[in-house]
């Protein structure tokens, strides 16, 4: 543990991202009386939610907008700083990192990175009344259960396309895999694969529409056919790329590599929630936010009463 005395001008730690982890993180963080202020993006994956019913404590569901009203207000609760701006820039100076956004710049002694990632969605008209609607459907592990026995449409690369597929006739008879890199005809290991799953294959649809609470694709041989829930998994962009002008170590999709501490290859810099390796839920982001928010705090000075 560092024993030098701290600066009045530093922030023991810098939060940037303002979903469930980044603002648990900082919520522990304030409670262990660490000067600490929170960036927020306005772009949390969490407001896509229409309504989450996996969410520990939430037993009749909470929307992605009043939970993260939830987290800010506890946050708020300790007087924690939420800035609404983007980080453009995160580099060390003299041992301290600096993150600017084009016109202030914050000092820090350690940073959080709770940056998430984006899903790359399928073309459909309004694909965000979709997505409120629970036509469109981004977290098989989220919300597969309230898909049950729904006619389920899963959009991405064969094998992935599949795989996910495979997942979800865990709670529907009736799925079907639609593979986007292929045309009217799907590769053969695939299709008997799919077969043996009880699972149907299909290309790729040339058009998608939200059509009065369902996705309508159409293919392109003129047929159409109507899926109650649609799952693209056509993959996300990890926001990385600040630790990674760092040299921080990532994954083959980009995602952070951390250790048991969440903290990543550059001492100092932790990453917690979807922008880390593994299963992104907000029930393991926030328990990251605990891990790495107590970490922070036994690295720096004691802060003795």
Same mark, same amino acid.
């Given at each position: 543990?560092?024993?030098?005395?701290?600066?009045?001008?530093?922030?023991?730690?810098?939060?940037?991202?303002?979903?469930?982890?980044?603002? *648990?993180?900082?919520?522990?963080?304030?409670?262990?009386?660490?000067?600490?202020?929170?960036?927020?993006?306005?772009?949390?994956?969490?407001?896509?939610?229409?309504?989450?019913?996996?969410?520990?404590?939430?037993?009749?569901?909470?929307?992605?907008?009043?939970?993260?009203?939830?987290?800010?207000?506890?946050?708020?609760?300790?007087?924690?700083?939420?800035?609404?701006?983007?980080?453009?820039?995160? *580099?060390?100076?003299?041992?301290?990192?600096?993150?600017?956004?084009?016109?202030?710049?914050?000092?820090?002694?350690?940073?959080?990175?709770?940056?998430?990632?984006?899903?790359?969605?399928?073309?459909?008209?309004?694909?965000?009344?979709?997505?409120?609607?629970?036509?469109?459907?981004?977290?098989?592990?989220?919300?597969?259960?309230?898909?049950?026995?729904?006619?389920?449409?899963?959009?991405?690369?064969?094998?992935?396309?599949?795989?996910?597929?495979?997942?979800?006739? *865990?709670?529907?008879?009736?799925?079907?895999?639609?593979?986007?890199?292929?045309?009217?005809?799907?590769?053969?290991?695939?299709?008997?694969?799919?077969?043996?799953?009880?699972?149907?294959?299909?290309?790729?649809?040339?058009?998608?529409?939200?059509?009065?609470?369902?996705?309508?694709?159409?293919?392109?041989?003129?047929?159409?056919?109507?899926?109650?829930?649609?799952?693209?998994?056509?993959?996300?962009?990890?926001?990385?790329?600040?630790?990674?002008?760092?040299?921080?170590?990532?994954?083959?999709?980009?995602?952070?590599?951390?250790?048991?501490?969440?903290?990543?290859?550059?001492?100092?810099?932790?990453?917690?929630?979807?922008?880390?390796?593994?299963?992104?839920?907000?029930?393991?982001?926030?328990?990251?936010?605990?891990?790495?928010? *107590?970490?922070?705090?036994?690295?720096?000075?004691?802060?003795?009463?």
């Amino acid at each position: 543990m560092s024993t030098s005395a701290p600066r009045d001008d530093v922030l023991d730690c810098l939060v940037i991202g303002a979903g469930p982890a980044g603002l *648990t993180a900082a919520t522990y963080l304030a409670r262990y009386r660490r000067k600490v202020v929170v960036i927020d993006g306005g772009r949390s994956r969490a407001r896509w939610i229409p309504a989450s019913h996996n969410c520990p404590g939430f037993p009749f569901g909470v929307a992605g907008d009043e939970l993260l009203q939830r987290f800010r207000a506890q946050a708020d609760e300790f007087a924690v700083p939420i800035v609404p701006t983007r980080i453009d820039t995160l *580099t060390r100076e003299g041992g301290d990192f600096v993150a600017g956004d084009g016109q202030r710049s914050w000092r820090a002694r350690q940073v959080i990175l709770a940056t998430g990632v984006v899903d790359r969605l399928p073309e459909i008209d309004d694909a965000e009344q979709a997505i409120a609607s629970g036509v469109l459907r981004l977290c098989a592990v989220c919300d597969g259960y309230e898909a049950r026995d729904e006619a389920i449409g899963v959009l991405g690369p064969g094998e992935v396309a599949l795989g996910h597929a495979e997942f979800l006739r *865990t709670f529907s008879r009736r799925v079907t895999a639609l593979d986007s890199q292929a045309g009217d005809a799907p590769d053969a290991t695939l299709r008997q694969r799919a077969a043996a799953g009880g699972i149907a294959l299909r290309g790729a649809p040339v058009r998608l529409a939200w059509r009065e609470g369902a996705c309508l694709a159409t293919f392109a041989d003129g047929s159409s056919e109507r899926f109650d829930t649609l799952y693209p998994v056509l993959g996300a962009d990890a926001q990385s790329a600040l630790a990674q002008a760092l040299h921080a170590a990532v994954d083959e999709g980009g995602e952070l590599r951390v250790d048991s501490s969440m903290q990543t290859s550059v001492p100092g810099l932790y990453a917690i929630g979807d922008v880390v390796s593994g299963l992104n839920q907000i029930s393991v982001a926030v328990g990251q936010a605990a891990l790495a928010a *107590t970490a922070v705090h036994r690295q720096l000075p004691p802060n003795p009463r």
